[in-house]
T-cell receptor, first 111, second 113 residues
Framework: QKEVEQDPGPLSVPEGAIVSLNCTYS??????FMWYRQYSRKGPELLMY????GNKEDGRFTAQVDKSSKYISLFIRDSQPSDSATYLC???????????FGAGTRLFVKA | KAGVTQTPRYLIKTRGQQVTLSCSPI?????VSWYQQTPGQGLQFLFE???????NKGNFPGRFSGRQFSNSRSEMNVSTLELGDSALYLC????????????FGPGTRLLVL
């Protein structure tokens, strides 16, 4: 079993839809959760990070963490074609010495 | 502030050759990590350097090696290239060792023929 599981998609939605991207993890020691966005032929860029359970909002993006279920989500409201990218969840091991990434979910937002 | 830069951006090699990739971290960042990204395996950790020392290593064969210089710039070397080494190689920098927020470069796309 992989430490971090993420459905690779692809996920295709119409413009304006609410998008839900999810990851599950098995290591209860993970304390810090990140979401990266990667456009084609580019490196990943950090979108959001959170330490604790609950929700964290940043503009159209909301990161949600449920440590009891070992489940994290990224919601995108009012999705735009420019949101079309691969979204990767990531979790550093204790001390951040090694970050484990999910497989990434490819998102397509159709105009 | 300039971002992480990687050179070259694209590279074509043949099996058995060796290759060296370069990474310049964000100014002031002292930790550099390397990752391999492939469609099948996703993003996999290669190694992390801090203060010219390798601090952590992923599960890759010894053909993959790296080093970091006193100015924090880092190089990664792959010897005896195999077809399966074709991938996007990403470098990420962070302020200190163990800092969770990493900033990625655009990557070097390596094709092994």
């Amino acid at each position: 079993q992989k430490e971090v599981e993420q459905d690779p998609g692809p996920l295709s939605v119409p413009e304006g839809a609410i998008v839900s991207l999810n990851c599950t993890y098995s290591n209860s020691a993970f304390q810090y959760f990140m979401w990266y966005r990667q456009y084609s032929r580019k490196g990943p860029e950090l979108l959001m990070y959170t330490y604790s359970s609950g929700n964290k909002e940043d503009g159209r993006f909301t990161a949600q963490v449920d440590k009891s279920s070992k489940y994290i989500s990224l919601f995108i409201r009012d999705s735009q074609p420019s949101d079309s990218a691969t979204y990767l969840c990531a979790m550093p091991h204790t001390g951040g010495f090694k970050t484990i990434f999910g497989a990434g979910t490819r998102l397509f937002v159709k105009a | 502030k300039a971002g992480v830069t990687q050179t070259p951006r694209y590279l074509i090699k043949t099996r058995g050759q060796q290759v060296t990739l370069s990474c310049s971290p964000i100014s002031g960042h002292r930790s550099v990590s390397w990752y391999q990204q492939t469609p099948g395996q996703g993003l996999q950790f290669l190694f992390e350097y801090f203060s010219e020392t390798q601090r952590n290593k992923g599960n890759f064969p010894g053909r993959f090696s790296g080093r970091q210089f006193s100015n924090s710039r880092s190089e990664m070397n792959v010897s005896t290239l195999e077809l399966g080494d074709s991938a996007l190689y990403l470098c990420a920098s962070s302020l200190e060792q163990g800092k969770e927020t990493q900033y990625f470069g655009p990557g070097t796309r390596l094709l092994v023929l």
